[in-house]
């Protein structure tokens, strides 16, 4: 089965996306797979299997390697002696800006190239926390309570200490603190105000009981991976989150009762269906006093969450067997024709 | 003053598309102006002056025109001598899905293209007229009252007739019905789910008061158009609409209050900051005992609204001196430089 794993990005996440990509590259060894790497100036370069490691980004030695131009149908490589068409589903494995804030899919939709990942509009629904909290609720799934803030009204924060400060639009915990007294705040607010102009303060509930829980659509029928507890650290700090995104071995399944799992997975299903058709994503939830609560969605989730599968590159396989298709519209230029006429030309 | 007129798209305001381009083709007569046709594959042709009329497109006149691929900086224009670089501020008038629906913008905006129009998120949260209500009321804006329904679950209709239904994501009034009866109600609900999965249900009031507001911010200051009173029909069907993307002659103030004028100012001014920068756009607004209501927004409104603006030029003029420009993020590679000096490589 032939597959591009595309990565990289403009983002704040643009190294862990090398590394989420050579992870899923370890994992799908039975895939005939290429490799395309998105630069921070938005150029695609077609990356082969040996040059798949860290430094050879990091090096710049990508800029050597045959360049690609998105093209209606697929990635173009011209060459002295005509180009090269390479028509391939894709993995967008873009994390943070790019990948999951719907831009990368708006080109792929717009070129008619098929991938897997969340569309245009999935995207921007989970990208951005503050959207998140609004599709939840319209869709019945409880949220934390929350306030916004932007650099001009940054003094009127109500929720009570101790508090979490998130940068609206990122994730990987990049930019996000704990503040637990007035006189921490300043700075946090510096630290989340260097990444994004809109913040989210949410209550910082000490020792809540956190599940992750990932899963994807196959021909209308979800399928749901293990319910996973993740490490107990207040939270996973960037560098925590680098090393987390090159997660390989299978996690432990958390010990939970059949309630809880029915709970998540009905959540799940009502956020993923069927925004979220095309894309295996990761849901991340809270639960208090036996009531489930989203934290976030992960469109794209760190090493495509394959340590929660047991059978991940099964699971990639029937996502590229059931890929939505972009509904097509037909222009027949009915009303200039009959203006036409009318005029008599 | 160059521009490039961009139109078109695989839409079903296509037709209205083209009718908007020429129309403004004929208010900026004193900018060196180029034309940019995207056609129902998504393949941009270069159109001549001469050829910029409703025919040229219609009987596919355009297709013998110079092909433009969209690459980092602008359009490339391939010939057998090399190829040649169209690097323009665009105009973006494609109105409805690919212009509104934010595909336009986030390919103008990964390739580092300056447009005006609205941004990726400003495009999606103002397409879905669903997505338009959480926004305007988290912003402390009024709505009416509405349902969202879908195909499987369109029998649970708690509205009292008479109501409007309109499909959740189109413009131009297509596939929108007022029922009235129990009888009607099956046709309406054809004819809308037509053109979307989605559709918005919202109370029908009777010679509500109407009113239009465009305008656009330059310099952190807002121009507003004058106050127009639509003409009074209950609603513009498709072929009225047509016709209506094409006006171009100024139109007459509405007679209201200052008082009125104020408030329909203030909900523009809250809607538009700053999500809509870089755009010129239009709210519809209803009057009800004294309250606004914001009915939709138009982020490409028809021929722009240029029949709205005393100097339809200059604004086009201010707004291109104040385009927004997207932060750039450098990447260091500090991770993977610590990571591989540790590993002594």
Chains 1, 2 share one sequence.
């Not at 490589?77 to 390479?86: D, V």
């Not at 799934?141 to 009204?153: A, G, S």
């Not at 939270?235 to 071995?249: G, I, N, Q």
């Not at 809270?286 to 989203?294: H, K, N, P, S, W």
Request: with cysteine; hydrophobic share 40%.
């Amino acid at each position: 089965m032939k597959l591009a794993i595309l990565f990289g990005g403009a983002s704040y996440e643009h190294e862990i996306s090398i590394v989420s990509a050579i992870t899923v590259k370890g994992k799908l060894s039975n895939f005939d797979l290429s490799f395309i790497f998105c630069d921070q100036d938005h150029r695609f370069y077609l990356i082969d299997d040996a040059n798949m490691k860290a430094t050879t980004f990091s090096r710049a030695k990508h800029l050597k390697m045959p360049q690609l131009t998105l093209v209606k149908g697929g990635f173009e490589q011209r060459g002295l002696f005509g180009s090269k068409m390479h028509m391939l589903p894709i993995l967008n494995l873009i994390h943070g800006g790019d990948g999951e804030d719907g831009s990368i899919a708006a080109l792929f939709d717009f070129y008619g190239v098929s991938f897997i990942g969340p569309r245009k509009e999935a995207s921007m629904l989970s990208f951005d926390k503050h959207y998140t909290k609004w599709f939840a609720q319209s869709m019945g799934v409880q949220t934390l309570p929350y306030e916004v803030i932007t650099r001009n009204n940054s003094k009127t924060i109500a929720t009570p200490y101790p508090f979490i400060i998130k940068p609206s639009c990122l994730g990987s915990s990049i930019g996000v603190s704990i503040v637990r007294q007035e006189s921490e705040l300043a700075y946090a607010l510096d630290v989340a105000f260097e990444f994004d102009t809109t913040l989210l303060i949410e209550p910082f509930i000490s020792g809540v009981k956190e599940y992750n829980l990932a899963g994807y659509s196959s021909r209308g029928e979800i399928t749901y991976s293990i319910v996973e507890e993740p490490q107990k650290v207040e939270f996973l700090d960037f560098e925590k989150k680098y090393l987390d995104f090159s997660r390989s071995a299978k996690v432990t399944e958390a010990v939970v009762s059949d309630t809880l799992v029915s709970q998540l997975r009905d959540a799940f299903k009502i956020l993923y269906t069927p925004l979220f058709e095309g894309a295996l994503i990761r849901c991340d939830f809270f639960e208090i006093d036996g009531v489930v609560y989203l934290n976030e969605i992960n469109p794209i989730p760190g090493s495509m969450a394959n340590y929660l599968f047991e059978d991940f590159s099964g699971a990639i396989n029937a996502l590229l067997g059931s890929l939505p298709i972009k509904k097509e519209i037909r222009i027949q230029y009915d009303y200039i024709h009959s203006i036409s006429q009318a005029k008599g030309k």
